[in-house]
């Protein structure tokens, strides 16, 4: 790996890290900075504008964001990649766990992410996008052409 590739693996790190650092805060802001503008994030069988992500945020549940190393392919000013997480959730902690899969572009000479969407690994061995019909999300108020 040559030193560009390495910074540009350790801007996404850092910028995968203000993700995670972030949603535990419930620093929503800070969040929609990691986004392009015309960001996505898909979990829930739907997929979500970042206009829509402070919704997303105040419907679901808080606590403790712990992510693992991304695994990333850079190709040029775009790139993706895959981080695991465990979600612990502050009132009860219940966790739930799975990865990211990511795609990131660069913009303006910063790494952001495009398009986020999560992977649920459950109980019974399945993995899947989550429940299609948790009352407590709300709905996509303009479908995203991302």
Known sequence: MDQAELRDI???????????VSMTKGDIEAVLEVFTHNGTYSAFGATYGVHDF???????????FLTGTPQVELKGDSATGYQPLCFVEQT????????YTD?????????????????????????????????RRPEPTVASAG
């Open 10 to 20: 350790t801007e996404i790190e850092q910028l995968l890290a203000r993700y995670a």
């Open 103 to 135: 795609e990131y572009l660069r913009v303006a000479g910063a790494w952001r992410l495009h398009r986020r969407s999560m992977t649920f690994l459950r109980r019974n061995g399945a993995r899947d996008s989550g429940r299609p019909h948790d009352p």
């Open 54 to 64: 402070p919704s997303l945020a105040t419907a679901a549940p808080q606590g403790l």
């Open 92 to 99: 009860n902690h219940d966790m739930r766990l799975g990865w």
